[in-house]
């Protein structure tokens, strides 16, 4: 019955399923290569980190400020990416990605929900997981990156 519920919701909301897709098939050396998928990716984790953030908010606070902490810790480089994408200013990159963040950032939420309803849970039974795990390597592989320019000069 279960699997008959997750099949109607992907039929039922199809660009929904075509928005949120699993961001950890992908790995650092993809990201390094491709500015289009480091944006997409960025944009992401951006967005996931966000729609957990606001979904357990009152009931654990300060989980969601660490989840809150990644979302703006890759915020910056999500405009930065578009920017480079779309060769155009800072400012207008940052006006279409906070648009697109936004948007993407209420699909997770949404796609949460509906999960949580059928599992009992925001990310049971979903590549969320793997997704946030993932997230938090592309945080700490820039962490490291900044470090070490920190340290070189």
């Not at 650092?28 to 480091?38: A, I, P, V, W, Y």
Request: overall charge negative.
């Amino acid at each position: 019955m279960k699997k008959i519920l997750v099949i109607l919701l992907f039929i039922a909301n199809p660009l929904q399923a075509e928005k949120i897709e699993q961001l950890s098939w992908y790995n650092l050396q993809e990201l390094l290569e491709d500015d289009n998928l480091t944006y997409k990716v960025i944009k992401g984790c951006v967005s996931l980190n966000s729609a957990v953030t606001e979904l357990i908010r009152e009931e654990h606070p300060n989980l969601a400020n660490e989840f809150y902490k990644t979302a703006n810790f890759l915020y910056p480089f999500g405009i930065l990416t578009l920017s480079k994408v779309k060769n155009t200013d800072r400012k207008v990159a940052e006006k279409e990605f906070v648009i697109g963040v936004g948007d993407l950032t209420n699909d997770y939420m949404d796609y949460m929900k509906k999960n949580g309803v059928i599992n009992q849970s925001f990310i049971k039974g979903t590549f969320l997981g793997d997704d946030l795990t993932f997230c938090n390597e592309i945080r700490s592989a820039i962490e490291i990156t900044i470090n070490e320019s920190s340290n070189e000069k």
